[in-house]
């Protein structure tokens, strides 16, 4: 069975034609007549990742999504297996209300275990948990030359770091196991504190990390100049007790794609201030459901179309913390006043944990991410220009700290 697919940011524009897998057993088969075929194809999880990472040049894939069974659950230790194409949307219908958490997760529970580890994913506890591949101590990975294969430390030790953050180019992963975390109730005790300057979140963000497993800022429409950075901080933890609930509330739904942006200078200040005045009036704690804070902008379904047919990409950098601050601000004021500027602006400071992946993206320090409407010309110049700065700023660094990681 085939259908068509594209990335769910709207760019760039290049349907794929999929194969459905129903069955692990027949992966290998169904592989080889897509090779035999077309020469070659990709996986495809839930094209939730930005740009193009998850379309074939020969515009073919496989749709992992149907390979959602859930293999094995060992509700003593929290050790669960899974097929790949299973979401974490899914995954915490069944293990929440059971007292289990995902140790990782990216800001959208619409994505694969499969996709996430191809990404090997971080989230707002990275600088306790590292990266979701730390919790996948196996996986199963098909390839044509081969029988299939267990990928741990100890089986297949190379397969196994090259495909945490391998995109997919090594094998497909039609199984994984991950460790689950416990927790006693499904509530957040989240603590939110405004910031006017980069350098406060700098000097605040180690301390608050120390206390907290969730912690990330998000950061106003960049002004230009030294109060860039306006932001609000989010600290929180599992609440110690409570109820055990997965949330399935009523979302609504944006139904159409309009022809153009509805993302503009106009409607990111009305929507800034609105969410600034909410949480300006200085710290406040307060016990939230965890949706809010891990998937605040999946509270609205298919929200990704306000970015028009057109759509957005994300620009995401990571920056050793020597002069993260001054760094971020000259990130944020690159952007030119030409450009209506990021409607979602996160910041927040990766750990240390290591990844077993070899292609993993976080290192120690700061990390921004700039979510930007599809814009032509102007965003085709843009993300070149961050992306040299981006460079210059961490040689810059490194030659201040001594590193020679950059
Ligand atoms: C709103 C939003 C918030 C996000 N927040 C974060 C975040 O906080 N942190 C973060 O790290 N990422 C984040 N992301 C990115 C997203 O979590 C990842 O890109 C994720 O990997 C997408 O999973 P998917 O199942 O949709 O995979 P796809 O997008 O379909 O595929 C991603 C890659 O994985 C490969 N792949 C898919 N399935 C398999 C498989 N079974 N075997 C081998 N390779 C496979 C594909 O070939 C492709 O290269 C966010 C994305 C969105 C839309």
Known sequence: MSDSLCPWGGYPAFPQTAKRCHWRSVIKQVLAHIVAQHGGFLPFGNGRSYGESCLAASAQVLHMRPLNRFIAADWETGLIRVEAGVTLDKLLALVIPKGWFLPVTPGTKFVTLGGALANDVHGKSHHVRGTLACHV??????????????????????????????????????????????????????????????????????????????????????????????SIFMAANHAP???????????????????????????????NSVYFRVHRAGRHDSRINYEPLFYSLERILNWNRIYGR???????????????????????????????????????LFGRVRSPGLLSFPMPGATLALDLPQQGEVTAHLFPRIERLCARLAVASCRVSGTGRG
């Not at 094998?171 to 006693?184: N, Y």
């Not at 759509?311 to 601000?329: H, M, W």
């Open 137 to 230: 101590p196996r996986f199963g990975l098909i390839r044509s030359d081969r029988p299939p294969l267990i990928c741990s430390l100890q089986e297949n030790p190379d397969l196994y770091a090259e495909t945490i953050g391998g995109l997919g180019l090594t094998g497909i992963i039609d199984w994984l196991e991950l460790q689950l975390v416990p927790i006693r109730s499904s509530q957040i005790d989240a603590t939110h504190v405004p910031f006017d300057t980069l350098d406060e979140f700098s000097a605040l963000s180690p301390e608050v990390d120390g206390k907290y497993e969730f912690t990330a800022a998000r950061i106003d429409r960049p002004p230009q100049g030294k109060s860039a950075g306006r």
């Open 241 to 271: 007790d409570g109820s055990l609930i997965f949330n399935e509330q009523f979302k609504p739904n944006i139904p159409i794609t309009p022809p153009f942006s509805t993302i503009n200078r106009l409607s990111l200040r009305l929507f």
């Open 310 to 348: 057109r759509g957005f990409k994300q620009y995401q950098s990571a920056l050793p913390l020597t002069n993260s601050s001054a760094a971020t601000r000259e990130m944020l004021d690159a952007i030119p006043a030409v450009h209506s500027g990021s409607f979602f602006s996160v910041l927040k």
